[in-house]
């Protein structure tokens, strides 16, 4: 899994935008005005920052303590900071980018929210 397929799934999606508000060398996958996967490297390894249901969080964690870690410069409740180095199967990090797009479509006020259509992998 690395950067560049994550942002190919992301731009698949209803209303997805790609955009770099933070580094050129960090892009950002952003449904309407809010950000839903941030792209970056932790500890010198590819890593993707999503966000997530505090509790699923919690056993991701667990589960993955390696692997899944506190939201690096983020709500650490909320955000995943999920490393790219092959322990998590690509299902479960597709899985994880759709649960963060869903968990910012459900916030976006209305006028941003996207027509929900079928979404397909």
Request: net charge neutral.
């Amino acid at each position: 899994m690395n950067h560049a397929y994550l942002i190919e799934q992301g731009l698949a999606k209803p209303g997805v935008t790609l955009r770099y508000p933070f580094d050129p060398a960090m892009p950002v996958l952003f449904v309407g005005s809010k950000m839903f996967a941030l792209l970056s490297t932790h500890g010198g390894r590819p890593s993707a920052n999503l966000k997530g249901d505090p509790e699923t969080n919690w056993l991701l964690r667990e589960s993955h303590p390696d692997t899944v870690l506190p939201g690096y410069h983020m709500n650490k409740r909320h955000w995943n900071t999920v490393v790219l180095d092959g322990s998590l199967s690509e299902g479960e990090i597709l899985d994880m980018l759709d649960e963060s797009y869903r968990l910012v479509c459900r916030n976006l006020p209305k006028a941003e929210r996207p027509p929900m259509q079928q979404e397909s992998r």
